[in-house]
């Protein structure tokens, strides 16, 4: 593993049902975040974490959940999906003193 | 809170012209980063550049350079000798140098490359 990766690379899931994102890096940096990108409203951050065992909430938190039980690890699920959630969902990660914020390659989500 | 605005939805330029995207901000912090990313048809979000508010000297790298205006709270990219590689969406972005370190992002700009 180098860098961030993120699974599944696409999913479509129907309405009401749960579904976890995964996100791990292999940087071993303190601070991990998800976001949401969506057509003509840029990112827009979900939850973060500064560091292990800590998440705060984003922009747009409702609907989602975040645990960050290690270092590399931060999964976003999502409760019961609803179609406002399809969107492409990045995960980040950024040593805390060096500012650069690092992207895995996002996954595609549908919800019908 | 911070806000990032990025005005110009789309621009365009003809290939090895230049070209200059915008970008303000909004913040009552006086140390901080800026940064812009580049996010081309793959998805992947590239950093392209960043500059830290306590530094007067703008940032450059290669054909990429800011002109960091800290009192107006502008922070432009100037792409030099466009590339059809730099056909992208790029976007703008703050952190704040202490605290939460959250990210803010401008709704981005949409760059076409023309041959």
């Known amino acids: 593993i180098a860098g961030i990766t993120q699974a599944p690379t696409s999913q479509i899931l129907a309405a009401g049902r749960r579904m976890t994102l995964r996100c791990t890096q292999d940087?071993?940096?303190?601070?991990m975040y998800w976001y949401r990108q969506d057509l003509g409203l840029g990112l827009r951050l979900i939850h973060y974490?500064?560091?292990?065992?800590?998440?705060g909430k984003g922009e747009v938190p409702d609907g989602y959940s975040v645990s960050r039980a290690n270092t590399d690890d931060f999964p976003l699920t999502l409760a019961s999906a609803v179609p406002s959630q399809t969107s492409v969902y990045f995960c980040?990660?950024?040593?805390?003193?060096?500012?650069?914020?690092?992207f895995g390659p996002g996954t595609r989500l549908t919800v019908t | 809170a911070q806000t990032v605005t990025q005005s110009q939805p789309e621009m365009s330029v003809q290939e090895a012209e230049t070209v200059t995207l915008s970008c303000t901000y909004d913040?009552?912090?006086?140390?901080?980063?800026l940064f812009w990313y580049k996010q081309p048809p793959s998805r992947q979000m590239i950093l392209v550049i960043r500059?830290?508010?306590?530094?007067?000297q703008n940032a450059t790298e290669n054909r990429f350079s800011v002109n960091f205006q800290k009192a107006a709270k502008s922070f432009s990219l100037k792409i030099s000798d466009s590339q059809l590689g730099d056909a992208a969406m790029y976007f703008c972005?703050?952190?704040?140098?202490?605290?939460?370190?959250?990210?803010?992002f401008g709704t981005g700009t949409r760059l076409k490359v023309l041959a």
């Open positions: 913040t009552s912090e006086s140390d901080y980063y």
């Open positions: 500059q830290e508010a306590y530094k007067q």
């Open positions: 940087m071993r940096h303190n601070a």
């Open positions: 974490s500064n560091t292990a065992g800590t998440t």
């Open positions: 972005a703050y952190r704040s140098a202490s605290g939460t370190y959250k990210y803010i």
């Open positions: 980040a990660s950024s040593g805390t003193f060096s500012g650069e914020q690092y």
